[in-house]
Structures are given as structure tokens and as C-alpha cells.
């Protein structure tokens, strides 16, 4: 399977990382959409049908870990890359132990995240 056909989705409130991550998914030949606001988690989820979601960790009406805990919950659950620029110990065991499959910093490191998604999207 080639890289193009692998759908990457990013949440997060704040438009310009969502945008600034999804360039950089982009050129590395992603098919990459994003979202700022999400009230149906699962329809979102079910129509662009991402093999990984990028989330932000602090949002609201809807905080990333109660997104988080929705796609876990999704008959087909998508592993998700929880994000955040307060990441904490805590924090990682608290995201880990609802599904999340990593937890990265912002600003972010893009070598990390070409790691992660080898590993992730072989």
C-alpha cells in the first residue's frame, strides 16, 4: 500500500498547528484532513476513516480525553498520537491507559513523528 492511500486526521482547537502538522503530513505524501471542533466523534471518524488520528490533549467543549474515550469505544477503534504542549508523567499513563498508542510534545519533532508513523503505517 502506498503512503497516499494512508489517511492520517488531525483534532486540535488551535487551527494553525492542526495546519502546520498537516503540511508537513502532506509532503511527506499523506492524505491528511483536519478538524478544530468535534461534536460526533464517531461520524467524523466514520467519514474520513483515518488508519491514525493525531489529538489534542487539551480542548474544549470536548477535551482530548473524552474524544479519546469515544474512539475507543467505536466498533473499529483507530489508534490515536495524543499531542500536547503540557505533556506530563501522568498525563502519558493517564492517555496510555484509555488507548492512546503515543503521546508527543508540541512544538513538535518532526523526526518523532516520522518514527512514530513507520512504525505505526508500515
Request: aromatic share 10%.
Amino acid at each position: 500500500m502506498k503512503k497516499r492511500q494512508k489517511r492520517i486526521l488531525i483534532i486540535d482547537d488551535d487551527q494553525t498547528i492542526a495546519l502546520i502538522l498537516k503540511e508537513y503530513l502532506e509532503n511527506k505524501s499523506y492524505f491528511v484532513s483536519y478538524a478544530t471542533q468535534v461534536s460526533d466523534v464517531e461520524g467524523l471518524v466514520l467519514k474520513e476513516k483515518p488508519n491514525i488520528i493525531f489529538l489534542d490533549y487539551r480542548m474544549s467543549p470536548l477535551t482530548g480525553k473524552d474524544i479519546l474515550e469515544r474512539i475507543s469505544l467505536l466498533r473499529e477503534p483507530v489508534p490515536v498520537v495524543m499531542m500536547s504542549a503540557y505533556r506530563t508523567r501522568e498525563g502519558l499513563f493517564e492517555v496510555q491507559n484509555l488507548g492512546a498508542i503515543d503521546y508527543i510534545s508540541k512544538p513538535f519533532d518532526f523526526e518523532e513523528i516520522e518514527s512514530l508513523l513507520n512504525r505505526v503505517l508500515p
